[in-house]
Nanobody, 115 residues
Framework: VQLQASGGGLVQAGESLNLSCVVSGGIFSIYPMYWYRQVPGKQRELVASITAGAWPYYIDSVKGRFTISRDNAKRTVYLQMNMLTPEDTGVYYC??????????WGQGTQVTVSS
């Protein structure tokens, strides 16, 4: 299984980005998917997740601004990020967690929000 994240970039505060994570190999549709972010010196934190049935979860700081979604036909999970702030800066990683407990991570995509 391989996860390929993309869509990061440098934007100004208030702008938007849409991250994508394509999963190749294995089964995609039955597993929950996650987006994490990490800044230097801090632990990687969960930002959003989506169940196999497409139920989303968000941390408080991104509620109302970020939207996680999945397209099982395209084996892709998305993170639409609106009204970005400098505090959203970090490397964003996607993750798939299988029923065995095994986890697969993407390589990360850098998001930088300037004030």
């Amino acid at each position: 299984v391989q996860l390929q994240a993309s869509g990061g970039g440098l934007v100004q505060a208030g702008e938007s980005l849409n991250l994508s994570c394509v999963v190749s190999g294995g089964i995609f549709s039955i597993y929950p998917m996650y987006w994490y972010r990490q800044v230097p010196g801090k632990q990687r934190e969960l930002v959003a997740s989506i169940t196999a049935g497409a139920w989303p979860y968000y941390i408080d700081s991104v509620k109302g601004r970020f939207t996680i979604s999945r397209d099982n036909a395209k084996r892709t999970v998305y993170l639409q990020m609106n009204m970005l702030t400098p505090e959203d800066t970090g490397v964003y990683y996607c993750k798939m967690r299988r029923s065995t407990g095994d986890e697969d991570w993407g390589q990360g995509t850098q998001v930088t929000v300037s004030s």
